[in-house]
């Protein structure tokens, strides 16, 4: 692993891990061995990141000169805190993770008493009843989404029909229970929103529709305001 690599791997254990962290953690975290982590704690030293601590004891990372300083109100951290927490209850692991690890990348660029505020926010997420777990195909969906290309599938309508369709993912959309594909159907040549659950086969196609997706994604946002969201798949 190039030591760039190992380096930016290394910060963002160090924020997302409570701390003091033990170099055993640290180095099973990165991947590295103890003698490379201890190295590579003394690159980021000698880079600008103020670590405390020495092997034996565990490490903080208590200056990040990586991300530049922010300031936030009380208010607005609860908020963040809230919606972040509301993203790690989406069922979408990736989605989870990569809340977790903004969170700590924000915390870490806050004040002292602010990122006391944030770990201890009042401000808390709960379902009773978790969202299903997200589909591995929701990753290639929303690849899809940022690359615009078309994707082909199948998928059982609200009938029970199933049907070959080729669509351009627009966006998705995380229900109470559900979540929604919003798409133009190529096959429909209409605007459509597909249950992700329900779709099966799922592949990238070659064509693209760049750079149509956040045109057509607006159109699409501006019919479900006027009709009450009447279309269907």
Not at 100 to 114: C, F, G, H, Y
């Amino acid at each position: 692993m190039p030591k760039s690599d190992r380096l930016f791997r290394l910060l963002s254990a160090f924020r997302m891990l409570p701390q003091p962290v033990t170099a055993a953690r640290l180095a099973a975290e990165t991947g590295v061995s103890e003698r490379t982590l201890y190295r590579d704690i003394q690159a980021l030293r000698a880079g600008g990141a103020l670590i405390d601590g020495e092997a034996g004891v565990g490490y903080s990372l208590t200056e990040d000169p990586s991300l530049p300083p922010q300031m936030f109100t009380r208010l607005e951290v609860e908020a963040l805190v809230l919606g972040l927490a509301e993203v790690t209850l989406s069922g979408d692991p990736m989605l989870a993770r990569a809340a977790a690890e903004a969170q700590a990348k924000i915390i870490a660029t806050l004040p002292d008493r602010v990122q006391r505020q944030a770990i201890h926010a009042v401000s808390r997420s709960y379902r009773y009843r978790p969202r299903k777990p997200a589909p591995p195909h929701l990753q290639l969906l929303r690849q899809a989404a940022w690359d615009e290309r078309a994707v082909d599938l199948s998928y059982r309508d609200v009938s029970g029909q199933e049907t070959q369709r080729r669509i351009w993912p627009l966006g998705t959309v995380f229900l109470d229970n559900e979540v929604m594909c919003l798409a133009f159907c190529c096959l429909r040549q209409d605007f459509r929103r597909f249950k992700v659950l329900e779709m099966q086969d799922i592949r990238l196609a070659d064509e693209s529709f760049r750079p149509r997706r956040v045109p057509l994604l607006r159109s699409y946002l501006d019919r479900l305001q006027k009709d009450g969201a009447s279309s269907r798949a």
